[in-house]
């Protein structure tokens, strides 16, 4: 699967699309391969806060159970409810459907560490 030029990146394997003062946030084609068959994702709670790289999802997998890290800070304002009931999504179509929440950026929030497509294909290749 290609990297979506459209989005940024984080080390953590996150993506998100930011969207003026909002952004949908999930994990990378390669973070879901790596995890396996993903069999439950436990979003964040509406109307959190969080702070960049504070843990606010959990995707469990046949293999392992890891933390989603947040990729600045912000307000969760939305979460994707089909992944109740089919947390497949993540695998299938990590970049689209497989999405795990929307949050509104914190003001001032820090974007600087995000990379694009080009620097994270760089990332993955070290």
């Known amino acids: 699967m290609s990297i979506p030029a459209e989005l940024k990146y984080t080390k953590e394997h996150e993506w998100l699309r930011i969207e003026a003062d909002e952004a949908v946030f999930g994990v990378s084609d390669h973070a879901q391969e790596?995890?396996?068959?993903?069999?439950?994702?436990?979003?964040?709670?509406?109307?959190r806060s969080f702070d960049a790289e504070e843990s606010i999802a959990?995707?469990?997998?046949?293999?392992?159970?890891?933390d989603v890290y947040?990729?600045?800070?912000?307000?969760?304002?939305?979460?994707?409810?089909?992944?109740?009931?089919?947390?497949?999504?993540?695998?299938?179509?990590?970049?689209?459907?497989?999405?795990?929440?929307k949050f509104r950026i914190a003001e001032g929030a820090d974007l600087?560490?995000?990379?694009?497509?080009?620097?994270?294909s760089s990332y993955l290749e070290e």
Do not use: C, H, Q
């Open 70 to 101: 947040a990729p600045v800070a912000g307000e969760i304002t939305g979460i994707n409810e089909a992944l109740e009931a089919s947390p497949e999504l993540v695998n299938s179509d990590p970049y689209g459907e497989g999405w795990i929440a």
């Open 112 to 120: 600087s560490d995000l990379m694009d497509a080009d620097a994270y």
């Open 34 to 47: 790596a995890l396996g068959d993903i069999v439950f994702v436990e979003p964040p709670e509406v109307g």
């Open 58 to 66: 959990v995707v469990e997998s046949v293999k392992a159970v890891s």
